[in-house]
């Protein structure tokens, strides 16, 4: 867990694989990116969150009305993130995946196409890749449960290590949150924010 950014309102954390954001149910799901935090500073409030296998860039608030004010840009959509990941198959060029999302189960959660879903928006192009393989950027344009992961799969090209979604669940899910970028809202200066590592895996 490295700190990336500090300033007066917010802490940006690149998280690692395999760590909660915050507690689950139990005892063994106690250990968590904000319990952590909160150790030195409680007053630490989680904006937005990954998924426990997802690695990268997690944005914490420091004191409510910072918790408010970055809360409203993400929810607003301008907030723009970028994600690096490396899926199943061959895909060339770049597209747009916009499908509508819906739980298709609890245990595992697990996400997918349904007409009654919420709108959904991907955004992908092509880095690099293989005969069976290609490494991606993806920019989510809404930030919906499982978006990308449940996107991908959908179009016949899973992320590797996904436990979900893929049919090669050993290793690590291979996704990153690289970058985020907004306007500052108590600065009004353009934010860039950007991971120490590309390609983690």
Known sequence: MQECFRDPWIVVIDKPAGLL???????????SLITRLREDDPDLHLIHRLDRDTSGL???ARGKDSLRRWSALFAE?????????RVHGRLEGSGRIRVPLARLSRHPPRYGAHPQGRSALTLWRRVDG???????????????????RAHLCGIGHPIFGDPIYSSDPLGRLHLHAVALRARHPFTGQPLRLRSGQLWPW
Do not use: C, E, F
């Open 21 to 31: 954001v915050q507690p689950g149910i139990g005892d063994h799901q106690q250990d």
């Open 58 to 60: 997690v944005m914490v």
């Open 130 to 148: 293989g005969l069976d393989w290609t490494q991606l950027w993806l920019v989510p344009r809404t930030g919906r449960s499982h978006q990308l």
């Open 77 to 85: 959509r301008r907030i723009r993130k970028l994600y690096a990941a």
